[in-house]
Structures are given as structure tokens and as C-alpha cells.
């Protein structure tokens, strides 16, 4: 459960330890993207946003990090729930057009990979298409909750104790301890939006892939059809947070996890993020740099590095 502080600055965006003046300009600046949206002051710190409030970047890992310590446990049934399972399809069609384990055996990362479902995928699909039992895929996530949830869940299949399957506890942000030139597949399935800086994580990204190492995101996006975008946006707001609050207790959460995918950058702007990060894509349109899947609502970017 999320801390009745966390709830508050949820509802109200109130919950920072900076100065009263420092809390009221941040409010009042509401970010458009989760790309840090001032430059620093000394009196203004920099802002970033959460969901829809706007909050000092320095707190919103912890508020992050609260939201999945308070989703964890609840967090497969709650996807299952709220996208009527079809978040599974979307993860299948993620990983099965990265055809993992075609070329020979592949080094990969998940990002942000909490209870372990694209990096299952990656090594059932390397297996089942393949026969190949030494693709390995080191899942990284901020949260220990999260992962603790994925290594409970591994526990259950055959990669459990091998060399196929790690756990690490990072911030995608700063993956010192990768090294530099050392995957070939890079992945972050709904993980990107919640990080504080976009750009950072990218430059991560870039920096721990090998030549012509793959970086592929699965993203809630932006829906162009204006009919299905009103239907989406009534369901997201009206329903998710009380099925939050019937299913898990939380709706607080679910609220901020809804708002966040609104303010993740729309699919052109998050496709030139990728190649200013230094990475080649497709053509700058859907279907080339980027695919949507169902209209929108969530996207599959690629890029590779040259
Ligand atoms: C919506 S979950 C997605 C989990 C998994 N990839 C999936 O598709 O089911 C988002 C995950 O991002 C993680 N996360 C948030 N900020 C992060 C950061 N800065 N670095 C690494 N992981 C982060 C959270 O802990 C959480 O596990």
C-alpha cells in the first residue's frame, strides 16, 4: 500500500521536501513531458513530471518507486484485469518480431523488466523457434519488489538457476555496472515512461548495446483516431483506478499510471529521442521508426545502433 503521504502527493503534488516558494512554482508549471522541462535555478529546482502533477525531478524516483512497491504483489492480475489480457498479446508480438535467438544465441537486457513477462517471452521464444538454451537475459529494474515478484515467478520454470536468467536491482538511468558494447538486444516494455529523464535512459541504452545491437520499446502511446481516443481515455480514467481500488486496494497508483501514459511523447517526438540518442530507425512514420498496436494505444519502437 502506498504511504498516505505518497497518496497525498498523488491527489495533490504536495509531497517534496523543498521550500514552500519551491513547491508552488513547480505546481504551478505543469511539465508537458517526463523530459525535464526547465533548466535548473537557484531558485527554481528541476521539475519533471508525475503522472499530471508537476514535481521536482529529484523525488520522483521515490515516488515512483513507492507506486510499484504498492503494485507489486497485485501487478500481474492488475494488467491481466485492465487490459482484458491483452497486454499479453502486445508482449508476444514485442518479442516474437524481435525473433529472438534466429541469428544464434543473444546476449539481452530488460529494462525496467519488473516481474520478469518480456524477458520469459524472450527465452521461451528462443527456445520453442529455436532450440536454443543460451540466449541469456539479465532483467533490471529499479524496484526490489518488482523483482523479487519475477524471481518468484522463474522459480517455476526451467531457466530457474541457470545462466539464462539474472536479477539486478539498477536504475536505468545510470547502468554503470554494464558494461560498455556488451548486448545485442536491448528491451523496456511500459518501463521508459516512468523514468525521471528519457534521454538518460537512452544514452544508457546506446552506451551498453554492441554495434548493431537492437534497442526495442513497448510503450503505451498516443491514439489518433479521435473517436477511439474518447473511449480510451473514459475507460483509463473512470475505470482502471476503481478496478485499482476494488482488485488491489490502490487506486492512488493506478491514477498516476494512467496520467503517466499521458504525458509520454507522442510516437514521432519519442522516435527522434531515439535517434538523437544515436541510434538508426526507420523511416519517421508508423510503420517505419515505429508500429502501433491497437490504434495507439501502445506503439513498438526500434532502433539499432551503428
Ligand atoms: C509498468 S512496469 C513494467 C514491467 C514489465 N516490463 C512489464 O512489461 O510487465 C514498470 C517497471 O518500471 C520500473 N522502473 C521505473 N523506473 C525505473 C528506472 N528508473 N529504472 C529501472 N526500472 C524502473 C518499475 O519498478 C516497474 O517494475
Not at 541469428?103 to 530488460?110: A, E, F, N
Not at 523488466?113 to 540466449?135: P, V
Not at 526495442?216 to 475507460?235: G, H, I, K, M
Not at 482502471?240 to 499521458?262: F, N
Request: aromatic share 10%.
Amino acid at each position: 500500500m502506498l504511504s498516505s503521504s505518497t497518496k497525498q502527493a498523488l491527489r495533490l503534488g504536495s509531497r517534496f521536501s523543498r521550500p514552500a516558494t519551491h513547491i508552488a512554482r513547480a505546481s504551478c508549471a505543469r511539465a508537458s513531458t517526463s523530459a525535464p522541462s526547465n533548466p535548473p535555478s537557484p531558485e527554481q529546482p528541476r521539475t519533471t513530471s508525475f503522472g499530471f502533477r508537476t514535481v521536482p525531478e529529484d523525488a520522483k524516483e521515490s515516488l515512483v518507486k513507492e507506486v510499484f512497491d504498492s503494485v507489486a504483489s497485485n501487478y500481474d492480475l492488475m494488467n491481466d484485469a485492465t487490459s482484458f489480457g491483452v497486454h499479453r498479446l502486445w508482449k508476444d508480438s514485442f518479442v516474437s518480431g524481435l525473433k529472438p535467438g534466429r541469428k544464434g544465441p543473444m546476449k539481452c537486457i530488460d529494462v525496467a523488466g519488473g516481474t520478469g513477462d518480456i524477458a520469459l517471452r524472450i527465452l521461451d521464444h528462443a527456445r520453442e523457434k529455436y532450440y536454443d538454451r543460451e540466449t541469456t537475459v539479465d532483467i533490471a529494474d529499479i524496484n526490489a519488489e518488482m523483482l523479487k515478484e519475477g524471481y518468484r515467478r522463474f522459480k517455476k520454470t526451467m531457466y530457474h538457476n541457470t545462466p539464462q536468467v539474472a536479477f539486478h536491482e539498477a536504475n536505468a538511468q545510470e547502468m554503470s555496472k554494464f558494461p560498455d558494447n556488451s548486448y545485442d538486444l536491448y528491451t523496456i516494455a511500459f518501463g521508459i515512461r516512468n523514468c525521471t529523464s528519457i534521454p538518460a535512459v537512452l544514452k544508457e541504452a546506446h552506451r551498453i548495446l554492441k554495434p548493431g545491437g537492437t534497442f526495442a520499446c513497448l510503450e503505451f502511446s498516443r491514439v489518433t483516431n479521435p473517436v477511439l481516443n474518447s473511449l480510451y481515455d473514459q475507460y483509463s480514467f473512470s475505470v482502471i483506478p476503481v478496478m485499482g481500488t476494488v482488485l488491489a486496494g490502490d487506486s492512488a497508483s493506478y491514477q498516476y499510471l494512467v496520467e503517466s501514459i499521458r504525458k509520454f511523447p507522442p510516437q514521432p517526438e519519442f522516435a527522434q529521442m531515439i535517434r538523437d540518442a544515436g541510434f538508426a530507425t526507420g523511416k519517421h512514420e508508423e510503420g517505419g521508426a515505429w508500429t502501433d498496436l491497437w490504434g495507439g494505444i501502445a506503439c513498438i519502437h526500434k532502433g539499432v545502433k551503428l
